[in-house]
């Protein structure tokens, strides 16, 4: 069973920067590069969203379109880990993000959270205005 834990979270300025990483350990039959990864977010009263998410390679990678060119995901298939670096954030970023793993023969990254196997405990953006 894959474990995750994200750090990086904390407070940051409108226009300010954050890098949220997640570390994946308990991967006894299978290998980091097995996974997609994803990053989600969620506020109160909100469905958890889909910010973006790297092929189990990290060759591919994908965004929402409120993330795109301000936010970059990377994965380290050495390291166990996938970080996902925020520029230019807003207000509305504020949010606790979520990783999340999904185990994947091929290239594809799903957006839906319903299809990731294992998710982090969460760390919270605020980003104030």
């Known amino acids: 069973q894959v474990q995750l834990v994200e750090s990086g979270g904390g407070l940051a300025p409108a226009g300010g920067s954050l890098r949220l990483a997640c570390t994946a350990s308990?991967?006894?039959?299978?290998?980091?590069?097995?996974?997609?990864m994803a990053w989600f977010r969620q506020t109160p009263g909100k469905e958890r969203e889909f910010v973006s998410g790297?092929?189990?390679?990290?060759?591919?990678?994908y965004y929402a379109d409120s993330v795109r060119d301000r936010f970059t995901i990377s994965k380290d298939n050495a390291k166990n880990t996938v970080q996902l670096q925020m520029h230019s954030l807003k207000p509305e970023d504020t949010a606790d993000y979520y990783c999340?793993?999904?185990?994947?023969?091929?290239?594809?990254?799903?957006?839906?959270?319903?299809?990731?196997?294992?998710w982090g405990q969460g760390t919270r953006v605020t980003v104030s205005s």
């Open positions: 308990g991967m006894s039959m299978t290998s980091f590069s097995d996974y997609a």
């Open positions: 790297i092929s189990r390679t990290g060759g591919r990678a």
């Open positions: 999340a793993a999904v185990y994947r023969r091929g290239h594809g990254v799903p957006n839906s959270n319903n299809e990731y196997d294992a």
